[in-house]
C-alpha cells in the first residue's frame, strides 16, 4: 500500500476536555478526582481534526527532512508553508517537546507527572528552551518527540487546559511533509508517526488528556505509520475519535523503511472532508506553497479508501 484515504471523517459529537489538573501535594496524589473534566461539543468537517494537532514520533527513526502547510481559508487556491525544520538547521516556526517537563523546562507535580519539555539535541531529554540545541535528526529507540508550533499556550491561551511549556499546534487544513527512515538500532523496534490534539501533549499525553482509551477516541488521533510486535516489518494506520475506530484493515500495510529515507504526506482538509496518507516519490521541501490543484492531487490519488 502506497497510500489510504479516509473520507467522511467529521461529524457531530463530543468529547471529554480537561478543564483542570489538581496538582496535589508531594509525596501523594490524595486528590479525587485530580483530573477534572467537561463535555465539549464539536461539529462539522475534518471535527476534531479541524482543532490544533501535534505530530509525534517514537524511534528509531531517522528525519531528515519536516514541513507544513496552510490555507489562509479552506477554499484558499494556495497553501503556503508555515512551519518546517531540515536536519542541522534552525527550525522555523517548528519547535520540539517530549515529556521530560519538571527540570530544565515545563513542570512535574504529584498527581500528573511530567509536563512537555523542550527536547535537547538527541531527543533524549529537556532542553532549558525552545530548540535551544541543534537536532542531529536520529530519535533512539524508546524515545519520543513531539512537533509544535513556536506560540506557546503562555503567549497566547490554548483550547483547553495546559501547563508548563505548553503550545500551539496546526489547526484548520494542513499538510505535514515528512522525510524519514526507520531502521532498527538494537533497543525497541517499533517506531512510529502518529497525531494528535494539541490538547493531549498539552496536559499529560499518558494521563490526564481528553484523548481516552481504545475505540472511543475523543478528542482525536490519527496513526500515521505504526509497527506492531507481531509485524515489524511493516506500518498500519488507524483513525479514533468520538465517532469511534477504524483503519488500514488486515492485509493492507505501509511498508516500513528500513534502510533508506522516503518521504510521506499527510494531507488533513476541511473541504473535502478527508484525510489522505501517501507515500511520495520526491518532494521539493525548499518551495513555500503549493497550489490546491497539487492537494487536490494527493487527495485523489489512487488509494484504499476507507469511510469514517
Known sequence: MTALK???VGGSGSYDQVTNMIAGAWPSCTVNPSCIKSSKSVSGN???FNEEVTMVFRGPMKINNIAVYQP????????TRTSSWNKGSTPSNLVFMNNKGGG???VWDTCHGNSQSYANGDWTDAASGPNAETYTGTLK???EVNIVTGTSCSSSPCNGFSRGTASHGWSSSKMFVVNFEMPSDGTSNLPAIWILNSQVTNSAQYGCNCRNMGANGGCGELDVLETLSGNVNNG???IYSFKGATGSGNNNWFPRPTSGAVTYAVVM????DAIVIQKLGSWDFGQGSVTRSTIDGLLNVQA????F
Open 269 to 272: 482538509d476541511v473541504q473535502t
Open 6 to 8: 479516509y473520507t467522511h
Open 72 to 79: 489562509s481559508s479552506p477554499s484558499a487556491g494556495t497553501w
Open 46 to 48: 475534518l471535527a476534531p
Open 304 to 307: 484504499v479508501v476507507v469511510p
Open 236 to 238: 498500519i494506520t488507524e
Open 141 to 143: 529507540g524508546n524515545n
Open 104 to 106: 530544565k523546562s515545563g
